[in-house]
């Protein structure tokens, strides 16, 4: 069992940036692969960015390219999202995911593909 827990979500304007934070507990962190992603109001949920277990491969989806990083601290057995340039587009619940059986240095970026989720945390961005 994983308890995942965020935090760091908020109302900001757009250009702002906001830092979320995904704190792990339940088992050993360092060989889950972790995820972020969202869901906006009316929508589907959707990959927004993920990294490996040992942080060696990170993926990103196009639209928060160059704006977004993912990060990881194993020691602290939490990931993180920092979020630059923040436009009303990225307002959304977001929620970070583990998954605990990854295959090598697998950073996965479907839903399906994690086993645990957070509660989820609102992020607005007003224009």
């Known amino acids: 069992q994983v308890q995942l827990v965020e935090s760091g979500g908020g109302l900001v304007q757009a250009g702002e940036s906001l830092r979320l934070s995904c704190a792990a507990s339940?088992?050993?962190?360092?060989?889950?692969?972790m995820g972020w992603f969202r869901q906006a109001p009316g929508k589907e949920r959707e990959f927004v960015a993920s990294?490996?277990?040992?942080?060696?491969?990170?993926v990103y989806r196009d639209s928060v390219k160059g704006r977004f990083t993912i990060s990881r601290d194993n020691a602290k057995n939490t990931v993180y999202l920092q979020m630059n340039r923040l436009k009303p587009e990225d307002t959304a619940v977001y929620y970070c995911a583990a998954d605990i059986t990854p295959l090598n240095d697998a950073a996965a970026v479907v839903p399906g593909s994690y086993d645990y989720w957070g509660q989820g945390t609102q992020v607005t961005v007003s224009s």
């Open positions: 990294i490996s277990r040992n942080g060696r491969r990170i």
């Open positions: 339940g088992r050993p962190f360092s060989s889950s692969a």
